[in-house]
């Protein structure tokens, strides 16, 4: 699972995936967007990693998680390259899931 923003919302996602359910075997890629709180979930929880960059987050996920400011969605998903395969979910209340499914082209499942 990758995390594409690392803000309070992907925190507390991020916690409860690794901290709610250990039974579940799920690697996590972060952003590096917020140095500090992307090093504090690695100390805290071994499978988490820093992704390098935002792309390298998509590289090594199957579900995406966007996190992003409804300001900076357009910016930083038009930057990145989404695979067919991959399943976005989007934490943005005021982006529609119309504009997601274009911004992640060719992904085309969004929730």
Do not use: M, W
């Amino acid at each position: 699972v990758g995390f594409v923003g690392t803000g309070t919302i992907a925190e507390a996602v991020v916690t409860g995936l690794c901290k709610g359910t250990p039974e579940l075997d799920v690697s996590v890629t972060i952003s590096p967007r917020n140095a500090a709180r992307a090093q504090r979930l690695t100390e805290r929880y071994p499978q988490v990693e820093i992704g390098l960059d935002n792309q390298e987050v998509l590289d090594r996920s199957d579900i995406i998680c966007i996190a992003v400011t409804p300001d900076r969605v357009e910016k930083i998903l038009s930057e990145l390259t989404f695979r067919p395969d991959q399943k976005i979910v989007s934490f943005i209340s005021t982006t529609t899931l119309q504009e997601l499914r274009a911004l992640c082209s060719p992904a085309s499942e969004v929730f």
